[in-house]
Nanobody, 119 residues
Framework: QVQLVESGGGLVQAGGSLRLSCAAS????????MGWFRQGPGKEREFVAG????????DYADSVKGRFTISREYAKNTVYLQMNSLKHEDTAAYYC????????????WGQGTQVTVSS
């Protein structure tokens, strides 16, 4: 079992920055890809970014490339999402996730944290 707890959401003006954190605990995480999804108002949940826990391979949605950076800190079992140049359309509930095979088959979800970008 893996527990994921997000923090760092909030209200920010367009062009601003936020950093989300996801503290992971439980079983060995090296076999999991860690990542972030988001769900905006009236939209389906979508992939944002992912990082392999055992390595440094990262992946991003086209809509956030160049603006968001995913990273992990082994000592704290924490994954971060640094979000810069935020846009109104980034407004969403952001969810931390862990998957062992494919990102359309997530094994564990966090409870979510709200990010609101005012235009």
């Amino acid at each position: 079992q893996v527990q994921l707890v997000e923090s760092g959401g909030g209200l920010v003006q367009a062009g601003g920055s936020l950093r989300l954190s996801c503290a992971a605990s439980g079983r060995t995480l090296t076999r999991y890809v860690m990542g972030w999804f988001r769900q905006g108002p009236g939209k389906e949940r979508e992939f944002v970014a992912g990082i392999r826990w055992g390595g440094a391979v990262t992946d991003y949605a086209d809509s956030v490339k160049g603006r968001f950076t995913i990273s992990r800190e082994y000592a704290k079992n924490t994954v971060y999402l640094q979000m810069n140049s935020l846009k109104h359309e980034d407004t969403a509930a952001y969810y931390c996730a862990a998957w062992s095979s494919r990102r359309d088959s997530v094994d564990y979800w966090g409870q979510g944290t709200q990010v609101t970008v005012s235009s």
